[in-house]
């Protein structure tokens, strides 16, 4: 017993004296750093070392002081050196207090002393480094690895695969990528069928494919992801899944969303570890507003929302944009209110989104008091805010207000910018101003705007027009800074020396769109490009799970499983400012912008050539541009070679727009066929399509000119109850089919149309005694 009290009392007596001495060296340190410390008294020692160095108390500053005082420190002079350990402890210090100015001179230090940490701390730098945004630095990192021999461990990988993509160099982060899933295949053993240590590891993955999708790169993307599905020891995660739904989604790859959405969910159901989730759902419905399917994302919302899952504002954000986009304004006003009650508070994006709409859907009446809401909810309106009220007073036929809170804002110095004073430049112009949009674009000049080539086209438009042969070189002459109009010019003489050559087709005859029949085939054309869409009709629910929360979507991705699910035949079309691309170059653009003018003038000739000329180089057409020429070919009655623009058009695989189908029926009604057009009509609203304001107008010319007037009057009533409110064309069109029919002329039909902006003193007739006119508010 007394010699293990001895013994007792001999160690106590050191380890007290250890806790003394640190105690001391920590206090003088904070007080008066290492100036009070004598090197001489101080018994120095790595164990004492790491318990000052782990004190909480001590700022990290101090830390760093005794790091290098105990290194430099004359009498101990070469004797001593710090231990690995210690390094890692003050990188783990300088990490965790954000002091990471201080890591490159700790590592040259390391490196003088001839000692190397272990590849853990390295990924602990790394990580805290990416983390601050210093991503130069995190690399800086990975070079002295390479340079002092340590081998990088499997989850550093990420951290290094993270910094490059953070950093911008996705082509050097997606080689890195594919070497190492590469050469995980040879160095990693698998035991069970189980693959062991899998590199890289998630969270790079799903770093590298979330940006290769915000940076638009799809075939890199595509690329990855067949790759990553060759693996059969690689699983996305919930994360990886959303980020590829909603990529393939985006760029009109319904199918393979819907296919993953089921795999998704097939996983979740075996290992119950994860499934989709809010976010699933949002790019989900996302992708289905995008894709035009705007009634399958308002019943995936209501689906959704019984499955458990709360929407958030994202959700309401992206369906009232899909309403509103596809002029179903009454659920896009629904989901607002919802959206309302539901505590959320809608953001000047929403408001701009209903305002469109509503606009666009000739509601001018329920815009402006969206508008006054939206000012009494405090919500700050934005430049794209007033140039949506603009531009819907102009198509409402509201110039005056148009233009007087265009000239207000000008006044307030706010909310006015390039795309407002276009808005106003191209409304001039359709009026023949052209000498007062002449003066307008100067002054946009003058204030700093940019002028883009949406503006200039307009310009060009109505220099033809009006005769002003000049107008390009004036216009030259007053933008001052900027190469838009020079590369304009010089790409206009480039195009006219071309087109001076013969066409190359007239070699052999062969004309520029073969002909291939007519557009009374029109459907046949829709039916081939649905492959069997007709089986949707026959999907058998019994294969489903009847316990399913999302038995819609399981409908839906069980259809693109099958092949049943056709091809995307109709778009929500994106607007973008387009801006000059090159000087030497054939862009689509400034194709479409020439294009514009010589079918403006009636020179179908000239656009023909110049089409011809542009698909010879290898540029390749937008929907824009074959709508312009199918939309003048039918104007003209050429109708044999507007379909054969529509059958280039799908051999190209360009989604048709609510100008294609406008070009079509307005074909049709020419040819008398007014039983195809309201067929096409019915095909379109069947799966997922919309009509707007001129969209309705060409049916109701279209069937009241074959006589068909009830199935004329049945489709006003159709657009009103859809939301969009008839404009002068309807009623003018509706007076002269009525008119054919011989209806009698009665006064009392004026006072029916009050509030319309038509001019129906000329056409003033009877149509009080039919229901459709009696229902009329």
Request: charged share 25%; glycine share 8%; aromatic share 8%.
């Amino acid at each position: 017993m007394s010699v293990n009290a001895n013994i007792l009392r001999k160690h106590g007596t050191t380890q007290l004296a250890e806790i003394l001495l640190e105690a001391s060296v920590t206090k003088s340190l904070a007080v008066s750093g290492t100036g009070d410390l004598d090197p001489h008294s101080v018994p120095l020692s790595e164990s004492l070392l790491h318990r000052v160095l782990r004190s909480p108390s001590l700022h990290p500053s101090k830390k760093l002081e005794l790091f290098a005082w105990a290194r430099s420190v004359p009498s101990l002079g070469h004797f001593y050196k710090h231990s690995a350990g210690t390094y890692s402890l003050m990188f783990y210090t300088l990490c965790r207090s954000d002091h990471l100015e201080e890591v490159p001179p700790l590592i040259n230090l390391m490196k003088e002393d001839g000692v190397v940490v272990d590849s853990w701390t390295f990924k602990l730098v790394l990580d805290s480094l990416i983390r601050a945004g210093k991503f130069d630095a995190a690399l800086d990192i990975l070079g002295h690895m390479e340079e002092l021999g340590v081998k990088p461990n499997s989850r550093m990988y990420d951290s290094v695969l993270v910094a490059f993509v953070r950093k911008g160099k996705l082509g050097l982060a997606l080689s890195m990528f594919c070497k190492l899933l590469d050469a995980s295949d040879f160095n990693s053993s698998s035991t069970d069928g189980v693959h062991v240590g899998s590199v890289p590891g998630l969270t790079a993955c799903n770093e590298l494919l979330g940006a290769l999708k915000k940076a638009d790169m799809r075939a890199e993307f595509r690329d990855l992801f067949c790759k990553l599905r060759e693996k059969d020891w690689f699983e996305l995660d919930t994360v990886g899944y959303n980020i590829c739904i909603h990529g393939f989604g985006c760029w009109g790859d319904l199918t393979t969303s819907l296919k993953l959405f089921e795999e998704m969910k097939a996983k979740s159901l075996k290992s119950g570890s994860f499934g989709p989730d809010l976010c699933t759902y949002n790019s989900l419905i996302q992708v289905l507003c995008l894709s035009a399917k705007v009634k399958d994302a308002l019943t995936v919302y209501e689906e959704m929302k019984g499955s458990g899952h709360e929407p958030d504002s994202f959700t309401y954000r992206i369906l009232i944009q899909g309403c509103s986009k596809s002029y179903r304004m009454d659920d896009a006003m629904r989901i607002h209110g919802e959206m309302e009650y539901n505590g959320f508070r809608p953001d000047v994006v929403v408001y701009n989104a209903l305002l469109d709409g509503l606009l666009k859907s000739r509601r001018v009446v329920e815009a402006c008091g969206l508008f006054e809401k939206l000012v009494e909810d405090g919500v700050r309106a934005s430049c794209c805010t007033y140039n949506i009220l603009i531009d819907g007073l102009f198509k409402n036929g509201r110039a005056e207000g148009a233009y007087t809170l265009f000239c207000d804002l000008k006044k307030k110095g706010h909310f006015v910018d390039g795309i407002t004073y276009s808005i106003v430049v191209i409304q001039l112009c359709k009026e023949g101003l052209v000498d007062e949009a002449f003066d307008l674009v100067k002054e946009m000049e003058a204030r700093g705007f940019v002028v883009d080539l949406v503006t200039v086209t307009s310009l060009l438009i109505g220099f033809h027009k009006h005769g002003y042969w000049d107008g390009a070189e004036m216009l030259m002459k007053h933008i001052r800074d900027g190469n838009l109009v020079p590369n304009i010019l010089k790409w206009k003489a480039n195009m006219e020396a071309v087109m001076k050559n013969p066409q190359s087709r007239r070699k052999d005859y062969t004309p520029l769109f073969p002909s291939r029949g007519d557009l009374s085939e029109v459907m046949s054309l829709i039916s081939s490009s649905e492959s069997g869409r007709e089986v949707e009709e026959t999907v058998n629910v019994d294969d489903n799970d009847e316990w399913s929360s999302s038995p819609y979507m399981d409908q839906l991705a069980s259809k693109a499983k099958s092949g049943d699910l056709a091809p995307q035949l109709f778009s929500i079309p994106k607007a973008e400012r387009v801006l000059s691309k090159g000087v030497d170059s054939f862009d689509i653009d400034m194709v479409n912008t020439f294009l514009s003018i010589f079918l403006a003038k009636g020179k179908i000739s000239l656009a023909c050539k110049l089409f011809e000329i542009f698909t010879d180089m290898g540029v390749d057409p937008t929907s824009y541009t074959y709508n312009s020429i199918m939309s003048s070919f039918v104007k003209k009655g050429y109708l044999s070679e507007a379909w054969s623009v529509l059958n280039e058009m799908g051999e190209k695989i360009c989604p048709w727009d609510i100008a294609t189908y406008n070009a079509i029926i307005q074909g049709l009604g020419k040819m008398g066929r007014a039983d195809l057009a309201s067929s096409v009509h019915d095909k379109l609203i069947k799966h997922g399509g919309y009509l707007d304001i001129v969209m309705y107008n060409t049916l109701i010319n279209a069937l009241g000119s074959a006589g068909r007037i009830e199935e004329a009057c049945g489709l006003f009533g159709q657009m009103r109850a859809s939301g969009i409110k008839p404009d002068v064309v309807t009623f003018n069109t509706l007076i002269k089919v009525h008119t054919k029919a011989g209806i009698l002329v009665l006064d009392q039909v004026y006072d029916r149309t009050a509030g319309v902006d038509c001019g129906l003193h000329s056409y003033v007739i009877e149509l009080a005694s039919i229901p459709w006119i009696q229902s009329m508010d």
